[in-house]
């Protein structure tokens, strides 16, 4: 979409139906970006009701020195209220944000495909009805397209145009224009379950769901382990206590039905019980968490775990991403790092050093703390029984603030001690959790990678476009496929196998993209090539 066609969208007004969250949002970015609205709803009262809060919120903007006072006088002039939907004949779009039913919008847009001109752009902002099934009877569904918008709409910067099986390619570039003139990135998406961000999200709930109920660790945990050691925002518990039990459960059994009993998106029985006891997040004042009258329900994050100085030697055995980062944390720290046998503790990160018979027998022969990166294995298959210590924890290690270890039959509490030492002096905090190939936020991480992978194998987005719309739409901590890169194809694959050969099922088997890539060597960052190019520097 060039800026041409996007300065020169007609002068005719944009249609937006249902003045509800949604409707009001839309029509409120729509006046920002200088387009003429008209706002309809079924409910007496309710568009002019969305045009005062609309303008309260302007209001805000002006006084926080985020927009003019003209402005936002300028934007709140462009909003009319429609008094039904034969008002909104002369819109070059009509951009619908009704209840979530499919007659419902089914008889919306038979009636505006009546009224508007034919070449009038229809578009849906559902989040969960297939595009295809809602243009399914309008005639001439060609016109028919989706916006996905994002909620609270003025400060989520994304919209994701979704092309039904029907939709033309001029009613979608209307759409990516108008989005552009909402000053919203626009990214493309095919039709399907969850179009393209909700859909490779959906590891990041699913798989913590999965993680709880191995008990590989608690919900509080596992939150802390995505937030401390993956920098998001919010762990996936504490996210679905806000958006609802009772909603995140819905959703994930539209999910499983429109993906046909997708192993990857089976749903988890934890929420159905939460959800039967009545427990269904913040409104419900108990969920995953419980909440106090004001609103709290957990501890605020630690600060940075500060380094401390140390002398010594460590061994890390591996190479890759991952080890050329700990390598220099922990030089930076003031260990000697080279290589040399009888060091007084071993980091591994290449699982060919744990074969019997490696340097690595005379370390437990001198009770020399061994800590074995459990991404290709969990702890167990890694020692068998001997005294090891697993952790795991991703690049960008500069990033991350905590390191998880798990302990197995085997392990000591010296060696568990002397890990926990000595990654508390490298400047990480560690979580104790139980074992598995990625314990906690290795686990979801590799899934959601996975998941991302999917969706580009089935050209349901590109690269670029699901990395957008992850960091835009859902404020993850980078791109999903970046990351991949960071980690390394290889290693994301060989926690897939780990996973499907430990835990077991489909539910964990590699996107066939993922392992191409492994085959002929773009891996990521340290092959120069993985997902994207990634020039020597
Ligand atoms: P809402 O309940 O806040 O608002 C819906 C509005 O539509 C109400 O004001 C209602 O009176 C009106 N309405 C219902 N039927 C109508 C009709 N036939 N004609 C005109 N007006 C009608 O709902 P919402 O949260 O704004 O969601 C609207 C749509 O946006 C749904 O399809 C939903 O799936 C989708 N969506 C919601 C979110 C979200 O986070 N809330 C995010 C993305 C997409």
């Not at 806000?242 to 929420?271: C, K, M, T």
């Not at 159905?272 to 419900?284: D, F, I, P, T, Y």
């Not at 690595?360 to 009770?367: C, I, K, N, R, Y």
């Not at 936020?441 to 990395?467: M, P």
Request: proline share 6%; aromatic share 6%.
């Amino acid at each position: 979409m060039t800026a041409a066609q996007v300065a020169n969208l007609p002068d005719a007004p944009v249609g937006v139906v249902g003045a509800g969250t949604m409707g009001s949002g839309i029509a409120h970015v729509a006046a920002v970006g200088g387009l003429r609205v008209k706002l309809f709803d079924v409910a007496d009262g309710a568009a002019s009701a969305a045009i005062g809060r609309i303008d309260g919120y302007l209001k805000r903007s002006v006084e926080r020195g985020r927009m003019t006072s003209e402005a936002a006088a300028n934007a709140i002039g462009l909003i009319d209220t429609a008094g039904s939907p034969e008002d909104l004949a002369d819109c070059f779009i009509v951009i619908e944000a009704v209840a979530e039913q499919l007659d419902v919008k089914h008889d919306l847009f038979i009636k505006l495909a009546a009224i508007c001109a034919p070449d009038a752009v229809l578009a849906t902002n559902t989040s969960s009805l297939p595009v295809t099934a809602i243009a399914g009877p309008v005639p001439s569904p060609e016109r028919v397209v989706g916006m996905h918008f994002f909620n609270p709409v003025p400060l989520m910067r994304l919209v994701e145009v979704i092309s039904g099986l029907n939709s033309g390619d001029q009613a979608l570039a209307v759409a990516r224009a108008v989005g552009q003139r909402m000053g919203r990135e626009v990214i493309d998406a095919s039709d399907g379950p969850g179009f393209l961000v909700n859909r490779v999200s959906r590891p990041f709930l699913l798989e913590a769901q999965k993680l709880l109920s191995e008990r590989v660790a608690d919900h509080a945990d596992i939150d802390m382990a995505m937030r401390l050691g993956g920098s998001f925002r919010m762990g996936p518990f504490e996210l679905s206590d806000l958006v609802g039990v009772d909603v995140g459960y819905e959703i994930a059994q539209s999910f499983f039905r429109l993906g046909h009993g997708e192993p990857r998106w089976q749903p988890s029985n934890i929420p159905a019980q939460l959800v039967a006891a009545g427990r269904l997040g913040r409104k419900s004042r108990r969920g995953y968490y419980e909440y106090a009258e004001d609103g709290s329900y957990r501890e605020a994050d630690p600060p940075p775990h500060p380094p401390e100085s140390v002398s010594g030697a460590v061994e890390i055995i591996g190479d890759g991403e991952l080890a050329r980062q700990l390598r220099r944390l922990t030089e930076a720290a003031g260990y000697n790092v080279s290589p040399v046998a009888g060091s007084p503790i071993t980091i591994t990160i290449d699982a060919r050093a744990n074969r019997a018979g490696s340097d690595l027998e005379d370390q437990l022969v001198a009770h020399h703390p061994i800590a074995v990166l459990c991404a290709g294995s969990s702890l167990a298959a890694a020692s068998r029984g001997r005294d090891m210590v697993g952790f795991h924890c991703l690049p960008p290690l500069g990033e991350s603030h905590a390191v998880e270890i798990t302990r197995g039959s085997g392990t000591s509490d010296a060696s568990h001690a002397a890990t926990t030492r000595f990654f508390h002096s490298i400047g990480k905090h560690v979580i104790d959790v139980g074992d598995a190939p990625g314990l906690v936020l290795g686990r979801i991480v590799c899934q959601l990678i996975n998941e991302a992978a999917f969706a580009v194998q089935e050209g349901v987005g590109t690269a670029e476009d699901i990395d957008r719309g992850v960091e835009l739409g859902l404020n993850y901590p980078r791109g999903l496929l970046f990351w991949s890169d960071l980690i390394g194809a290889d290693q994301v694959v060989a926690t897939l196998d780990a996973l499907q050969s430990e835990v077991g099922g489909d539910r964990y088997r590699a996107a066939p993209l993922l392992r191409r890539m492994v085959q002929e060597g773009r891996t990521g960052r340290s092959t120069d090539r993985g997902f994207f190019e990634h020039p020597p520097v």
